[in-house]
């Protein structure tokens, strides 16, 4: 158990549905980065919240969105969903928010299977 | 952010120790070195981390010259449990870069 819990495990949708993705972050961590896994891809990275606020913004599509709470748990929501959109995603969390404060290295959940048919 | 380049994948046998080389010629000063290993259908888990010189923990050695512009991850008498995915990132923290294609080691009985 890496601290990190992303829930649900597993999600089947159709297109043009929309999901919400949760992860909560390690004890004491204030950063919190989605990035999505597709079959023969790498990881992409999608966004970063730091304690509350967006960071950084990667290729994150439009018709996705996502939010830090106060309790410093995320939500990744994704719409019209299409069938592309299939793909493991992942939620890491880390202490710092980068930008010169030196590396803690990130903590990765168990990820989330999109299926979308 | 510093650009990696890492190989594509590699080939050992159990007991054999695997050294993974990464370059990254245009490394900045802040920059931390980072390895981490993914296995199939899970989240990618933090291995080793350094600055200069050699590092090692449990796991794993790092040894990264003294012009960083390079660094080679080490995996002593790997096992077929070893068999992975591993990621070299080079930042200060801030990795909104994808991690990459990474390096896919093959351990063999």
């Known amino acids: 158990d890496s601290g990190v819990t992303q829930t649900p495990k597993h999600l089947i949708t159709a297109t043009g549905q929309r999901v919400t993705l949760r992860c909560s972050p390690r004890?004491?961590?204030?950063?919190v980065y989605w990035y999505q896994q597709s079959l023969d891809q790498g990881l992409q990275f999608l966004i970063q919240?730091?304690?509350?606020?967006?960071?950084a913004k990667g290729n994150i599509l439009e018709r996705f969105s996502a939010q830090q709470f106060p309790d410093l748990h995320s939500e990744l929501n994704l719409s019209s969903l299409e069938l592309g959109d299939s793909a493991l995603y992942f939620c890491?969390?880390?202490?710092?928010?980068?930008?010169?404060?030196?590396?803690?290295?990130?903590?990765f959940g168990s990820g989330t299977r999109l299926t979308v048919v | 952010l510093a650009k990696t380049t890492q190989p594509i994948s590699m080939d050992s046998y159990e007991g054999q120790e695997v050294n993974i080389t990464c370059s990254h010629n245009?490394?900045?000063?802040?920059?931390?070195i980072t390895w981490y290993q993914q296995f199939p259908s899970q989240g990618p888990r933090f291995i080793i981390q350094?600055?200069?010189t050699k590092v090692t923990n449990e796991v794993a050695s790092l040894f990264i010259p003294a012009d960083r512009k390079s660094s080679t991850l080490s995996l002593p008498r790997v096992s077929l449990s070893d068999t992975a995915v591993y990621y070299c990132?080079?930042?200060?923290?801030?990795?909104?870069?994808?991690f990459g294609a990474g390096t896919t080691v093959t351990v063999r009985a």
């Open positions: 350094g600055y200069k």
């Open positions: 919240y730091y304690n509350g606020e967006e960071r």
């Open positions: 004890s004491g961590d204030l950063s």
């Open positions: 890491a969390s880390s202490l710092g928010g980068g930008s010169g404060q030196g590396n803690y290295g990130y903590t």
């Open positions: 990132l080079v930042g200060d923290g801030d990795y909104k870069l994808s």
């Open positions: 245009n490394i900045a000063t802040n920059d931390y």
